[in-house]
């Protein structure tokens, strides 16, 4: 047994979470550099602004309907979604946070103590009330149809934002409902070929012929019919999957055209990129570096360049990747172009000690790397300092624009709401 618990407009609602002035007001969050919609409030969605609209598009609709623009607040976002999934380990068995506003319970056994639908009531007022986050939550036997049951329960009102799809013939009615467009892991291809078949719903979908569309599809959408009729092929991912790469990029605030602005990005993403090598405990051996200018400018000269390098042995050590990327940066920049966008990328990863040492690098070095790592990752997750290293840049004016950002209000004690 199985339930999907789905916050409703997540980034929308940590927004309004801290602001009660705009209860009913339309709110749209921006994706980075204030680009496009990237989420909207309910009010927002009733006046029809679309999900990835260029913000300059709408500013017209802003101004006539009083819409209020955030922009992404990721700390904010991050630290409320581990409120909420905290809460939902004190009452499950066992969880799999599948996004970060998604998570998939394994409710079996729960059915012994206490009724399905109560718990699943039970579970959202308490997310409701400790947060402040509203949630769907659908309760099913296989993951897919948990996630259809969340479905109906955001799209029906009168579910009260829970619904039980542990009953076939409900499951049924449900399905004959569905586009099978709304079925998780159908892609928008694969609705178009289905719809050609005369696949029109899930139901259509949960009928056909597994082994046929095996055949002309592939396995995954066989164990997605299995999983339409009741029989789970998907456990629970209580172990995330290790990365097989890391990537950290952003577009900038502005075109940059100055060579050390420029490197200054580079060696920033470097960091972060390392810092999040660490928090997956693997050590990287090949260092990518790519930069671009903006392919939507016309008439405007054009440059994209990529280049990789393999490192003597694998590292997690901030300085030996900062050293390959500045040398990789320098190598492929061309002055004379209005850089639009800069990153790294890190692959073929390690487990520590799980590699061919080098025959003439002595250990004590790889212990002092893995001491001062440790410290510096300290004090910048301590919130109380921040370390970093000088070719990041003291002030760097390339950082991506967020006109509209909003306090953080749970991770900041200078920005800590304050009731006069």
Same mark, same amino acid.
């Given at each position: 047994?199985?339930?999907?618990?789905?916050?409703?407009?997540?980034?929308?609602?940590?927004?309004?979470?801290?602001?009660?002035?705009?209860?009913?007001?339309?709110?749209? *969050?921006?994706?980075?550099? &204030?680009?496009? *919609?990237?989420?909207?409030?309910?009010?927002?969605?009733?006046? @029809?602004?679309?999900? @990835?609209?260029?913000?300059?598009?709408v500013q017209d609709e802003i101004r006539k309907h009083g819409i209020v623009c955030f922009s992404s607040n990721y700390a904010l976002y991050a630290d409320m979604s581990n409120r909420v999934m905290t809460i939902l380990e004190e009452?499950?068995?066992?969880?799999? !946070?599948?996004?970060?506003?998604?998570? $998939?319970?394994?409710? =079996?056994?729960?059915?012994?103590? =206490?009724?399905?639908?109560?718990? @699943?009531?039970? *579970?959202?007022?308490?997310? &409701?009330?400790?947060?402040?986050?509203?949630?769907?939550?659908?309760?099913?036997?296989?993951?897919?149809?948990?996630?259809?049951?969340?479905?109906?329960?955001? /799209?029906?009102?009168?579910?009260?934002? !829970?619904?039980?799809?542990?009953?076939?013939?409900?499951?049924?009615?449900?399905?004959?409902?569905?586009? !099978?467009?709304?079925?998780?892991?159908?892609? %928008?291809?694969?609705?178009?070929?289905?719809?050609?078949? @005369?696949?029109?719903?899930?139901?259509?979908?949960?009928?056909?012929?597994?082994?046929? #569309?095996?055949?002309?599809?592939? *396995?995954?959408?066989?164990?997605?019919?299995?999983?339409?009729?009741?029989?789970?092929?998907?456990?629970?991912?209580?172990?995330?999957?290790?990365?097989?790469?890391?990537?950290?990029?952003?577009?900038?605030?502005?075109?940059?055209?100055?060579?050390?602005?420029?490197?200054? +990005?580079? +060696?920033?993403?470097?960091? %972060?990129?390392?810092? /999040?090598?660490?928090?997956?405990?693997?050590?990287?051996?090949?260092?990518?570096? $790519? #930069?671009?200018?903006?392919?939507? #400018?016309?008439?405007?000269?054009?440059?994209?360049?990529?280049?990789?390098?393999?490192?003597?042995?694998?590292?997690?050590? =901030?300085?030996?990747?900062?050293? !390959?990327? #500045?040398?990789?940066?320098?190598?492929?920049?061309?002055?004379?172009?209005?850089?639009?966008?800069?990153?790294?990328?890190?692959? &073929?990863?390690?487990?520590?000690g799980a590699f061919q040492q080098d025959l003439f690098r002595a250990d004590n070095t790889n212990i002092n790397s893995k001491a001062l790592m440790n410290v510096i990752d300290k004090i910048n997750h301590s919130g109380l300092g921040?370390?970093?290293?000088?070719?990041?840049?003291?002030?760097?004016?390339?950082?991506?624009?967020?006109?509209?950002?909003?306090? +953080?209000?749970?991770?900041?004690?200078?920005?800590?709401?304050?009731?006069?």
């Open positions: 047994m199985f339930s999907l618990v789905d916050c409703n407009n997540f980034y929308a609602s940590c927004e309004k979470l801290f602001r009660p002035d705009l209860k009913h007001t339309p709110v749209v *969050v921006l994706s980075n550099n &204030d680009g496009c *919609v990237v989420a909207r409030s309910k009010e927002a969605k009733v006046l @029809g602004l679309k999900m @990835g609209v260029p913000l300059f598009q009452v499950a068995p066992h969880l799999e !946070v599948y996004s970060i506003d998604e998570a $998939f319970m394994d409710l =079996t056994g729960v059915n012994h103590v =206490t009724d399905l639908l109560e718990f @699943g009531k039970r *579970v959202k007022a308490k997310v &409701d009330q400790w947060t402040g986050i509203t949630v769907g939550i659908g309760i099913a036997p296989t993951k897919t149809l948990a996630k259809l049951a969340n479905h109906a329960a955001k /799209k029906y009102p009168a579910t009260g934002s !829970v619904v039980d799809l542990m009953d076939s013939d409900r499951q049924k009615r449900l399905l004959a409902l569905v586009d !099978v467009s709304d079925v998780w892991g159908v892609g %928008r291809r694969t609705t178009a070929k289905l719809k050609a078949k @005369g696949v029109h719903t899930a139901l259509d979908l949960a009928n056909a012929n597994p082994k046929a #569309i095996r055949r002309e599809f592939s *396995v995954v959408l066989e164990r997605t019919i299995q999983e339409l009729n009741g029989v789970s092929c998907l456990d629970l991912e209580l172990v995330r999957p290790t990365k097989q790469q890391i990537i950290c990029s952003r577009s900038f605030g502005h075109k940059v055209t100055d060579k050390r602005e420029l490197r200054e +990005a580079i +060696a920033k993403y470097t960091t %972060r990129a390392a810092e /999040k090598l660490r928090g997956e405990k693997r050590l990287c051996r090949v260092v990518s570096v $790519f #930069i671009r200018t903006s392919p939507f #400018i016309p008439n405007e000269p054009q440059y994209s360049k990529t280049l990789s390098a393999e490192l003597p042995h694998p590292t997690d050590d =901030t300085r030996d990747l900062l050293e !390959v990327a #500045i040398v990789l940066f320098c190598s492929i920049y061309r002055a004379g172009y209005r850089y639009a966008k800069g990153g790294v990328m890190l692959t &073929d990863f390690y487990e520590r921040n370390v970093f290293f000088a070719s990041q840049g003291v002030s760097p004016h390339w950082s991506m624009k967020r006109e509209h950002l909003s306090p +953080a209000y749970t991770t900041r004690w200078e920005e800590l709401p304050k009731v006069y």
